[in-house]
């Protein structure tokens, strides 16, 4: 009967309401228990640890991995002890601070000592560095997560509350064990009625979860937890509502909150960059029939979200107008494309090595268009290196967004010509549209200019004024 819940780092940055409102507030005795929770690390400690996820900006990791000497990134992860430290000291009394201040310190000392013995040992022509930035990257990770779990578990006991730290990092650990071994053994002793686990989001393993999910890793965790244990539900606690739209761009007063939908909405929005899970984290869940819940940490009465395999909308309609800015849209044009399939399969194979994202692509018989999402200077290379391989291809390189209509059930009469007469009345002219059979979502390409005029139209004609809000807010 218990769940498993995920808190993500910019809720755990709000620790003191996190505290009032999911890890504590009026419960008392029982009511505590029977739930775990995988928390992250505090906002912007990983994107220090590591590299910024959105900029790209590097943090400690890629400091090491470029550096000449050592100055740079020990000047790094020495930036990051002071971040980690000040947050303790925003939490606790000296007492209690100087617990959660010797902890995270010592990890962090052995951490520089070991990145430093790897420097050295790498001098020597038989050790090359590339092998082992993969476990220096994960190393580093799970730094953030560690940090916040302990914090969360000394908070937690200072109010009476029986919680158990559950240390995924294998700091110590002399062999890692398979993902699964790992969690089935860290919670073989574990009492739900009487403990609260509080867990790393990080957990190191032989599979290593950073080469497979990279920086969705906690939702990783938080997905085997759920399922080996047999969670009743699984609920991830963010700062915002799962909404028809952002808020931001829409406006507060004309979006809708979300009651239910299922995992291929959710699928589709991480495509666009805007994740409610991880698909390959929703993967196990859909596959062991565990609901998933999407919840605001601070509203803690409402019931949020509730996202499951097999739920269809009452009848077809919009639910979610998102989107995605930044996308580039690489086209290829080439008279000798046409009847050869090997161009895709090289062209695919050539974006994926420079780790760009692929977020759409299209085609007709003499052209193949991508649009993708990465870095300017990986997407420039990119260009450079298909006009190299095909010199008698045309390659043009054109800055869009994707704004998309999105339902578990979009069959919806007309929409097509009310999605080009919305956007035709703001004057956003569609440079491509994009429909499959399945039917839960439709993506317009437009101008990048014209990406929050498009989500405002489109929300406005398929959403506000098709009055689908009793549906799509239907109670979960």
């Not at 996820?53 to 002071?82: C, D, H």
């Amino acid at each position: 009967m218990h769940t498993v819940e995920k808190i993500g780092g910019t809720s755990m940055s709000r620790f003191d309401e996190l505290l009032k409102t999911i890890l504590i507030g009026e419960r008392q005795g029982a009511e505590l228990y029977q739930r775990i929770f995988v928390v992250s690390a505090y906002a912007g400690i990983t994107n220090r640890l590591l590299e910024h996820k959105k900029t790209g900006e590097p943090g400690v990791y890629a400091s090491f991995a470029e550096a000449e000497n050592e100055t740079a990134w020990i000047q790094a992860l020495e930036l990051v002890r002071s971040q980690m430290l000040e947050i303790n000291a925003s939490l606790f009394e000296p007492g209690v601070c100087k617990q959660s201040d010797a902890f995270i310190s010592t990890r962090i000392d052995e951490a520089i000592a070991w990145m430093k013995s790897l420097q050295s040992l790498c001098a020597c022509g038989h050790f090359q560095l590339d092998e082992h930035l993969l476990k220096v990257r994960e190393m580093l990770a799970s730094l953030g997560e560690s940090h916040s779990a302990f914090n969360t578990v000394l908070a937690l006991q200072n109010e009476g509350v029986n919680a158990k730290l559950i240390d995924l990092s294998g700091w110590h650990q002399s062999q890692p064990k398979s993902f699964d071994e790992t969690i089935i053994e860290h919670f073989a002793k574990v009492d739900l009625v009487t403990e609260l686990p509080i867990v790393t989001g990080y957990t190191h393993c032989k599979e290593g979860v950073m080469k497979v999910f990279d920086r969705g890793y906690s939702e990783m965790t938080f997905s085997k937890i759920a399922t080996l244990t047999q969670a009743a539900e699984a609920i991830i606690h963010k700062e915002y509502h799962l909404s028809s739209a952002d808020p931001a761009v829409v406006g507060v007063d004309k979006i809708v909150t979300i009651g239910r939908t299922n995992y291929d909405v959710a699928d589709q929005l991480s495509n666009l960059g805007m994740e409610a899970i991880h698909p390959k984290a929703a993967k196990g869940l859909r596959q062991k029939g565990i609901k998933l819940r999407i919840k605001n940490a601070f509203e803690p009465h409402h019931t949020g979200t509730l996202i499951t395999q097999d739920y269809k909308s009452a009848e077809p309609c919009v639910e979610i107008i998102a989107g995605r800015r930044n996308v580039f849209a690489i086209e290829i044009f080439d008279q000798d494309m046409l009847g050869d399939s090997q161009y895709d399969i090289e062209l695919s194979a050539l974006l994926h090595q420079l780790k760009l994202y692929v977020v759409n692509r299209d085609s007709d018989a003499n052209s193949i268009t991508y649009y993708v999402a990465g870095s300017r200077k990986m997407v420039n290379r990119a260009v450079r290196l298909v006009a190299d391989a095909y010199s008698g291809a045309d390659v043009t390189l054109h800055k869009v967004a994707i704004v998309s209509a999105i339902g578990s059930d979009l069959k919806v009469s007309g929409i097509l010509a009310k999605t080009v007469s919305a956007l035709a009345k703001h004057n956003i002219s569609i440079q491509a549209l994009h429909q499959s059979i399945r039917q839960v979502e439709m993506q317009c390409i437009v101008d990048e200019g014209d990406y929050e005029g498009a989500v405002k139209a489109l929300h406005h004609a398929l959403i506000e004024q098709e009055d689908h809000g009793d549906v799509i807010c239907a109670a979960a």
